[in-house]
């Protein structure tokens, strides 16, 4: 029979470990070491060593540990025999323990005298971490943290900042010489604590400069619970920035403190967003993990990555001749589009589905649209034109008209085209379910315009130069449609000039609410290229535009809309009744490992949900419907590839969210 424990994943004992917290238990009858009971006199032995490969911290349950008085010690070692603690008999007592120390091995080892004995020991577990540091955006250490640790967390940079201060929740050191330090971006040291610091709720001081880097380092003596940072607070000049958080057409704002936080989580350029996974390129191409804070380059050359699901599309050069590379995160295969492709092939990707454009026609101004369907390998030309996005069964694009462009938008499942959105020069499309938006390029670098299907009516989001007011600069407001991306109820895009309307900057559109709030300060004359998935965005800096500028285009930065008491959004006025609008959405800590694989489900849905209902399917047991709850933990026990969904509700209805194919178990 197995024992029962609280743990993330549960596995016996010997068997390949998974990423996160891992508690390994043993059947009842099979105990990891043990002394005989009572142990014997003179007695000198260490046991083969535990070792877990890929741990990076480790600690062992006692099931009982009682050692005689006279003299008798029991001591864990590492792996080359450095004593990491050594217990007497004022350690004795059940269900015990260890501390967590750094490593992957513990030697244990029994020494006694001629005296007296006792019990002995009993070892029925190991619990291991794979990871440094539990994975959240700003730095939080294990509580309790390891023993004989050293960790630098990545860095919190906030561009524009001259002064930054943090905020720790917690901060709570072992008085035996363990340390916190904050660095500046250097490594130069800022500040060091220690015991005589502890305590909860506790601003650092202002320190000069856009970066801090946090380093924890403990001795093997004790352990503590460690620290948990969750605000940064910067000041660029005098304190305060103007963010408008009305809607940008009507030229008002409020003034708020700042106290965002993006952090910068890579170097490179066209960076794109899928659930918890970033794409860019950087002399290749670059795969980010937000849950594990790493990143992993899957190609040496490319541009212009997209991402969906476990698929990576993007435009490579082999030399001369242009292809599309999609690789499988899943498998780590790659496979090829070979034909139509050029230079200017930026590819497009919703499930299984491959859009773009190549062989552009002088004469018409016009290229063509592509489609391929990699469950088939079946390639399509759909139509003329240029610049394609797709949602669904639906393909937005760009097509030169007899006298100006035109956004057109092809039904897949139908195989017809009807045209959206005329007049001025619309191009750059990009559609998410009945919502299309394009950039109308009339005048400098534009506006965004919305479209929807359902109903024909469009919208111009922000301002097309209409009653700006000021003289001085009648374009006011015509430099939003740089770069835009829309996903559910929200619209990001870049706003690259300062003007009567608001600050250059990254900004997010409510629908809904039709309002724009600037969720980041770039500085004039800066262009970013945003995207969304849920509630997070993330942008780097077009390499192109600002070439000369004086501003860095390699930096990545990511920035959370909502479940942060930094978040600027949080300081709008929001309708009762906008609140409760349900927007169901929802996350994993992994979406694919070997079987059994544990997976924690958490729920970012917006509208305050009454209720929470998590199904997995196929079924693999009775308890492939979860219990209702915000966050669900469920256990993959076969391979396969498995499809998730989750239904809210509340007072203004029920709404249901599905991710096919979400969970690949090996």
């Known amino acids: 029979m197995w024992k029962t424990i609280k743990m ?85 007592g059940k269900d015990l323990w260890t501390g967590w120390f750094t490593g992957d091995t513990i030697k244990v080892r029994l020494q006694t005298n001629g005296k007296g004995t006792a019990y002995g020991f009993k070892i029925d577990q190991v619990e291991i971490r794979t990871d440094m540091a539990p994975q959240s955006f700003l730095p939080d250490s294990y509580h309790p943290y390891a023993n004989n640790f050293d960790y630098i967390w990545p860095a919190i940079t906030q561009p524009g900042a001259t002064q930054m201060r943090l905020h720790f929740t917690e901060r709570y050191l072992d008085r035996d010489y363990d340390y916190l330090s904050l660095n500046d971006k250097n490594g130069n040291e800022l500040v060091e604590y220690n015991w005589a610091d502890n305590g909860k709720d506790l601003w650092t001081e202002w320190f ?208 017809t085209d009807m045209k959206a959105i005329s007049g001025g020069y619309p191009d750059n499309p990009h559609i998410y379910g009945n919502n299309t938006i394009c950039s109308d390029f009339y ?93 997070t965005v993330i942008w780097g800096y077009d390499d192109l535009y600002n070439n000369g500028t004086g501003k860095s285009s390699e930096d990545i930065y990511i920035y959370e809309l909502s479940g942060s008491p930094t978040n600027l959004l949080a300081s709008s006025t929001v309708d009762t009744a906008d609140a409760d609008k349900l927007s169901a959405s929802f996350y994993a800590n992994v979406t694919f490992g070997t079987a059994p694989l544990k997976v924690l489900f958490t729920s970012s849905t917006t509208g305050n949900p009454s209720s929470y209902f998590w199904v997995f399917e196929p079924s693999t047991s009775s308890d492939w419907n979860s219990k209702h709850a915000v966050t669900a933990l469920h256990t993959f026990r076969n391979p396969g590839v498995y499809t998730v969904s989750l239904t809210v509700a509340n007072n203004t209805g029920i709404v249901t969210v599905t991710k096919n194919d979400y969970i690949t178990v090996f």
């Open 443 to 535: 005048t400098r670098l534009g506006f965004i315009i919305l479209y929807d299907i359902a109903t024909g009516k469009e919208t111009a989001i922000t301002s097309n130069n209409a009653d700006s007011g000021d003289p001085n600069n009648p374009d006011c407001g015509c430099d939003t449609g740089f770069h835009n991306e829309v996903f559910g109820n929200s619209v990001v895009y870049a706003k690259v000039t300062d003007d009567c309307f608001g600050k250059a900057g990254v900004y997010v559109y409510n629908i809904s609410a039709a309002k724009s709030t600037m969720i980041f300060e770039t500085g004039n004359n800066i262009g970013t290229t945003p995207d969304i998935y849920d509630n």
């Open 208 to 415: 000069t400069g856009d970066t801090i880097k946090v380093r924890l380092q403990t001795n093997g003596k004790g352990t503590a619970y460690g620290f948990k940072i969750d605000q940064v607070e910067t000041r660029p000049n005098s304190g305060f920035i103007t963010v408008p958080s009305t809607d940008i057409t009507t030229g008002g704002n409020n003034t708020i403190p700042v106290t965002n936080t993006a952090i910068k989580i890579g170097e490179g350029r066209d960076p794109a967003i899928y659930e918890k996974n970033v794409v860019w390129s950087n002399n290749g191409i670059h795969l980010y993990d937000l849950n594990m804070s790493s990143d992993t380059q899957i190609s040496l050359t490319g541009l212009y990555p997209a991402i969906y699901g476990n698929r990576i599309v993007w435009l490579d050069d082999t030399g001369g001749s242009f292809i599309l590379s999609i690789y499988d995160k899943s498998t780590g295969a790659t496979s090829y589009i070979t034909q139509n492709v050029d230079d200017s092939s930026k590819p497009a990707i919703y499930s299984d589905k491959i859009v773009w454009s190549a062989n552009s026609n002088d004469g018409t101004y016009n290229s063509n649209v592509y489609l391929y369907d990699v469950s088939t390998s079946v390639q399509t030309k759909i139509s003329s034109g240029c610049n394609p996005d797709i949602y669904g069964d639906k393909v937005a694009y760009m097509y030169y008209g007899q006298d100006s462009p035109e956004i057109h938008i092809y039904n897949i499942t139908t195989q």
């Open 8 to 92: 993330i994943i549960l596995v016996v004992a010997e068997m390949c470990l998974l990423t996160g917290f891992v508690t390994i238990t043993t059947a009842s009858t099979n105990i990891l070491v043990e002394s005989d009971h009572s142990y014997a006199n003179n007695f000198d032995y260490t046991w083969p060593e535990i070792s877990q490969p890929g741990a990076t911290q480790i600690r062992l349950h006692f099931t009982e540990r009682y050692l005689d008085r006279d003299y008798d010690y029991l001591s864990l070692n590492d792996k080359n025999g450095n004593e990491l603690v050594e217990y007497n008999w004022a350690d004795n």
